[in-house]
């Protein structure tokens, strides 16, 4: 299949339902995610990202979307954040507010911490992840995000391994891009980093860990600083 081509049984969201639905294709509602592929957001078509991604994972691209950029499977979404969003002002947090709202979705947060956007990264980590109690994942650029989303889309498409060995030996073999990810976690850093990917192997096993399960591996101050980072404030 072509880069951005359908699958077959693949139906766009907008043309599969009757003129009078009331869940138009910009809403939140379950989207249709062929296994293996992302639904991508028309307006991410020929743009870097979509470009390194080319060739690694399928693209679908659907113009009917307005709230969601990628859908991973059909209740798993990123927002993604650009810079140009962040300097530009509030505006983004309509969509994550309306994502964050929704019974159907699990929106992931995906933002560009640049020089330019750096100041303004602490107002979006307060509202997404302390306010709103969702995951923000921040990149340095749009090669690193496509790396980012590319090891959530495998993450959704493996079957969950109990086998400890295994789970070892994904974390030895992390992309530099989620070590550096962890790294930028709250009380985290370079040498704790390592040490917590070897337990949790994964963005979605480390957002969901317990302080309890964070201590043994990090203390109890950096345990309750990255079980903070990840969930709501109560």
Not at 91 to 118: A, C, D, F, H, P
Request: glycine residues 6%; proline residues 7%.
């Amino acid at each position: 299949m072509s880069q951005g081509a359908e699958p077959a049984g693949y139906q766009r969201p907008g043309r599969s339902r009757p003129p009078m639905d009331k869940n138009p294709p910009d809403s939140t509602g379950p989207v249709h995610v062929p296994f293996g592929h992302i639904v991508a957001n028309e307006k991410w078509r020929g743009s870097q990202l979509a470009l390194e991604m080319q060739g690694k994972i399928k693209l679908v691209f659907e113009d009917g979307l307005t709230v969601v950029d990628f859908y991973l499977s059909s209740r798993s979404c990123i927002l993604y954040i650009t810079e140009a969003d962040l300097v530009a002002g509030n505006g983004y947090r309509k969509r994550l507010v309306r994502v964050r709202n929704s019974s159907n979705l699990q929106g992931i947060v995906v933002v560009e911490k640049t020089q330019m956007s750096e100041q303004y990264f602490p107002a979006i980590q307060k509202f997404t992840v302390l306010d709103l109690g969702m995951v923000l994942l921040p990149v340095a650029n749009q090669t690193e995000a496509s790396c980012l989303i590319i090891q959530l889309v495998q993450e959704q498409t493996k079957e969950p391994r109990k086998n400890p060995f295994l789970r070892k030996k994904r974390a030895v073999l992390s992309e530099p891009f989620l070590l550096r990810t962890v790294q930028q976690i709250p009380g985290v850093g370079k040498v704790k980093a390592p040490l917590l990917l070897q337990k949790f192997p994964s963005i979605q096993q480390l957002s969901n860990a317990s302080i309890q399960e964070l201590e043994s591996v990090v203390g109890q101050v950096v345990a309750q600083q990255i079980h903070a980072f990840f969930t709501q404030s109560r």
